[in-house]
């Protein structure tokens, strides 16, 4: 899919996985309406000029790229996750605000 502000589309999940994590295993479920064949993709979508939207089966994450400055660019992304994964056991939260230069 593209157009003048914006492109992205699918990428399939490798077999035996069924998220996108170093593991590539996640024990929370998928978030609410996903099911089937959906369940084993990943759509990404960059709006222009600066964000990227990815839709995984058990989170959705959007990135910002900002010019703070010349030279310099801030990097923030953002995590939505299915009500109270956010105490499952071994979850982590990390906040990443980074500068890239």
């Keep these: 899919m593209a157009g003048r502000y914006f492109n992205g589309g699918p990428m399939g999940i490798r077999e035996g996985c069924n998220t ?6 996640t024990a929370h479920p998928p978030l609410p309406g996903i099911s089937g064949q959906e369940k084993r993709l990943v759509h990404y979508f ?3 000029p600066n964000f990227l939207f990815s839709l995984a089966p058990d989170y959705v994450m959007a990135h910002y ?3 703070p400055g010349a030279g310099v660019r801030l990097h923030r ?4 996750l299915r009500a ?3 105490g499952a056991p071994g979850f982590r939260r990390r906040r990443r605000h980074r500068l890239l230069g």
């Design 20 to 25: 996108l994590t170093v593991s590539g295993v």
């Design 65 to 67: 790229l900002w010019p």
């Design 77 to 80: 992304n953002r995590v939505v």
């Design 46 to 48: 960059n709006l222009y």
């Design 84 to 86: 109270g994964a956010d």
